[in-house]
């Protein structure tokens, strides 16, 4: 009937701040923050436009866009690519058949000039490249593209090919 005047709150108050506790700190490992420019690429993924455009505004297709995305096992967004070699390949026919092919033309980035490249998106990071085509010799009826990341020590990271069909 008499009180000391302090209030004493109940089992249920007290359970629903250590469940929200709780959930703070789960959910604030998943939130945490990455210096993506530290990690290491562990694959990259390649995009291409579906077909061959012209640039110069001479007769003929003679570019392509291509986008590629370095990817970290452990980071959910695509990550910055801050040394190495990035190369975008092109090559005459469908190289995901016939891996004997030799390249037509290679775009060689290093880390230093990737930075031009660069685009941050809502999806993460991202390298955008307009490419135009060497004409010295004829387009075949298609034409693949791939992308390489090498590493500084030497080692090799590919993406999948993209196969582009030629409209005569």
Known sequence: MFSDGRYKPSVS??????????WIGIAGVG?????SG??????????TSSALFN??????SN???ARVFAVHNSIAKPIQITEGTLEIIIYDGDASRDQSLKPRQVWSFSGTDLPRYLRQTSIGFSYDFILKIDNSKPLPRKVSIGAKYTL??????????????IEP
């Open 38 to 47: 530290k990690k290491s690429v562990d694959s990259i993924r390649l995009f």
């Open 31 to 35: 939130c945490r923050t990455v210096n």
């Open 63 to 65: 570019g392509f866009s």
């Open 13 to 22: 108050i007290c359970s629903g701040l250590v469940i929200c506790l709780i």
């Open 152 to 165: 500084p020590e030497g080692d090799s990271i590919f993406a999948k090919t993209v196969s582009i069909a």
């Open 55 to 60: 640039i110069d505004g001479e007769p003929g």
